[in-house]
């Protein structure tokens, strides 16, 4: 359910946020058979930001953690053969935190310090709403948020 939620193209939609997020299945193993590619592009506050790397779903119960292990190399895209191959850098800056159920979608919150090297600069904690065909993240110290909406040509599937 969480994978079918992230799955697809999200475009930024608060002022200053002009990135793309794009998440893509990506085959690594039987026991992981939602994990998705993720590619952030665009700007951010005037910025050029792109960041890729691997979501991987894991089910506890009625909860899921979500990992993300991040590919430092700005050339490996879904389609390269070692997008699911990590260097012991990339590997070790991994980071994750757990979603529950909420409403139509998933909550949860990023531990703080956990995800600054595989987000690269992206510090604190982080709250993280996940509904069918939005995406809101919120800084929980400042409030600032970034809201992203699914593309208007895969919202119509």
């Known amino acids: 359910e969480l994978a079918k939620i992230l799955s697809g193209t999200f475009q930024g ?6 990135l793309r997020l794009d998440f ?7 026991e992981h058979p939602y994990d998705l590619f ?3 592009t665009g700007k951010y506050q005037g910025e050029n930001v792109k960041r890729q790397g691997l979501l991987r779903f894991e089910t506890q119960g009625r909860d899921a953690y979500l990992g993300y292990i991040p590919h430092f190399d700005g050339t490996v895209t879904p389609m390269s053969p070692n997008a699911t191959r990590f260097t012991n850098e990339e590997a070790n800056a991994a980071c994750g935190f ?3 159920p909420q409403g139509d979608g998933f909550s949860g919150e990023t531990s703080g310090g956990s995800c600054v090297i595989a987000l690269r600069g992206v510090r604190g904690k982080w709250s993280v709403e996940l509904e069918p065909g939005t995406i809101r993240l919120r800084d929980v110290s400042s409030g600032e948020t970034l809201r992203f909406r699914r593309a208007e040509k895969e919202a119509a599937k």
């Open 38 to 40: 993720m590619e952030v």
């Open 24 to 30: 893509r299945p990506v085959n690594t193993d039987r």
């Open 13 to 18: 939609t608060t002022p200053g946020n002009e």
């Open 98 to 100: 757990h979603l529950a």
